[in-house]
T-cell receptor, first 113, second 114 residues
Framework: EAQVTQNPRYLITVTGKKLTVTCSQN?????MSWYRQDPGLGLRQIYY???????DKGDVPEGYKVSRKEKRNFPLILESPSPNQTSLYFC????????????FGPGTRLTVL | AQSVAQPEDQVNVAEGNPLTVKCTYS??????LFWYVQYPNRGLQFLLK??????LVKGSYGFEAEFNKSQTSFHLKKPSALVSDSALYFC????????????FGQGTELSVKP
């Protein structure tokens, strides 16, 4: 089944404790992206990657890191999480091309205390 | 700057009635427009898109959307709402040659009552 998977689905952590949210897709998509969803703000892009070893900042990159060492994986790293990073996070992937729809993972609900 | 506006936080309709969820956009150049639906505790699911051609686009689950270039709108419609259509709906726009980024509206909560 074609899909985007994320782990963990739920995470409660404390300020400053490094964490990684994994994202993997099995559709051989070049483009991958991370979004955060906050009430009243819709989804905002954090980082994206056009292909392996190619990443760039989205609209809200502060406090996040990403890497793209393999085509299928695009982990999101929070080196020192803070309470304002409490949010619902989505990974998405798509084929290259502005007209292609993005496929979304199930989401990771992160709470930073 | 590119932007998407969904002017209604919530839309309430009775089952069997037509529904409309509004979306307007601002983008330089030709827009690629998308609608996504989010059910509780689920990721976003693609509904439909407008790329070019016919202004009326048909998508999944009986939904359709009408692209209006002069009004810069892309409203989502369905002739007869179902209770199971209750969900959060997002409009999104992507401008050509902008690194593939999707700009999302803030979302509209659709509630369909029996």
């Amino acid at each position: 089944e074609a899909q985007v998977t994320q782990n963990p689905r739920y995470l409660i952590t404390v300020t400053g404790k490094k964490l990684t949210v994994t994202c993997s897709q099995n559709m051989n998509h070049e483009y991958m992206s991370w979004y955060r969803q906050d009430p009243g703000l819709g989804l905002r892009q954090i980082y994206y990657s056009m292909n392996v070893e190619v990443t760039d900042k989205g609209d809200v990159p502060e406090g996040y890191k990403v890497s793209r060492k393999e085509k299928r994986n695009f982990p999101l790293i929070l080196e020192s999480p803070s309470p304002n990073q409490t949010s619902l996070y989505f990974c998405a992937s798509t084929l290259t091309g502005d007209y292609n729809e993005q496929f979304f993972g199930p989401g990771t609900r992160l709470t930073v205390l | 700057a590119q932007s998407v506006a969904q002017p209604e936080d919530q839309v309430n309709v009775a089952e069997g009635n037509p529904l409309t969820v509004k979306c307007t956009y601002s983008v330089s150049g030709n827009p690629y427009l998308f609608w996504y639906v989010q059910y509780p505790n689920r990721g976003l699911q693609f509904l439909l898109k407008y790329i070019t051609g016919d202004n009326l686009v048909k998508g999944s689950y009986g939904f359709e959307a009408e692209f209006n270039k002069s009004q810069t709108s892309f409203h989502l419609k369905k002739p007869s709402a179902l209770v199971s259509d209750s969900a959060l709906y997002f409009c999104a726009v992507r401008a050509a040659n902008q690194g593939g980024k999707l700009i999302f509206g803030q979302g509209t909560e659709l509630s369909v009552k029996p």
